[in-house]
């Protein structure tokens, strides 16, 4: 395929940090100094690359770093989860995660925005389902940019929308429905339970 990822990129950017924070304590001084440059590179890059000053969100690009591949997910807010953004970036990225008619639905920060042409969660696997690994890093997105009062309307608003979440017995499900909340896919999924403790950690 003809694309970059950003939030490849965004992942790549925090990977490097954590490990320049282990060479850091192991005492290789070269290991941290070329990591932390390494990580500066890629921050410049995903600051200028990825972001639509326009539309006010992270795009994945073609490889030639010109030409947007347009379609509001999930992916916009990654730079924000790694701390790779500026901050007038993620306040617009946040402006359109807490738009209601975008990603703030029953179940917010699905994986397509929902006035996207081709949402459609119950046939697309990643056209609109929410993931809660994703809803997790937009939650900590918003957090490390000291959107605390939206983190936490969004927490509630995800644990109270997805179907089965605060009650026993139900099977915690691989992804919802972000309109109406219901389960859907695998049951008994690990990193959806492991991402409900780590929301319910964050509050």
């Known amino acids: 395929m003809n694309q970059e990822s950003v939030d490849l990129n965004a992942y790549l950017y925090a990977e490097k940090l954590y490990l320049a924070r282990l060479a850091k304590v192991l005492g290789k001084e070269s290991d941290f100094k070329r990591l932390n440059s390494e990580a500066e590179i890629l921050k410049e890059k995903i600051q200028?690359?990825?972001?639509?000053?326009e539309d006010g969100w992270f795009y994945d690009t073609d490889l030639s770093g010109e030409k947007f591949i347009k379609g509001a997910g999930s992916e916009g807010w990654i730079p924000l989860w790694a701390k790779v953004a500026t901050q007038e970036q993620a306040n617009t990225i946040r402006d359109k995660m807490m738009d209601p008619e975008k990603f703030y639905v029953k179940v917010p920060f699905q994986t397509m925005a929902k006035d996207h042409p081709k949402f459609d969660p119950m046939n697309g696997y990643w056209r609109g389902p929410n993931w809660l690994d994703q809803?997790?890093?937009?939650?900590?997105?918003?957090?490390?940019?000291?959107f605390e009062e939206e983190a936490h309307?969004?927490?509630?608003?995800?644990?109270?929308?997805?179907e089965g979440i605060?009650?026993?017995?139900?099977?915690?499900?691989?992804?919802?429905?972000?309109?109406t909340g219901k389960g859907l896919n695998a049951k008994n999924f690990s990193w959806s339970a492991a991402?409900?403790?780590?929301?319910?950690?964050?509050?």
């Open 135 to 146: 809803s997790y890093f937009g939650v900590k997105g918003l957090k490390n940019y000291g």
């Open 153 to 162: 309307k969004a927490t509630l608003q995800i644990l109270e929308g997805a």
């Open 195 to 203: 991402h409900i403790i780590m929301l319910l950690m964050e509050e």
């Open 48 to 53: 200028s690359q990825f972001f639509d000053p």
């Open 166 to 179: 605060m009650e026993k017995g139900v099977p915690i499900r691989e992804n919802y429905h972000p309109l």
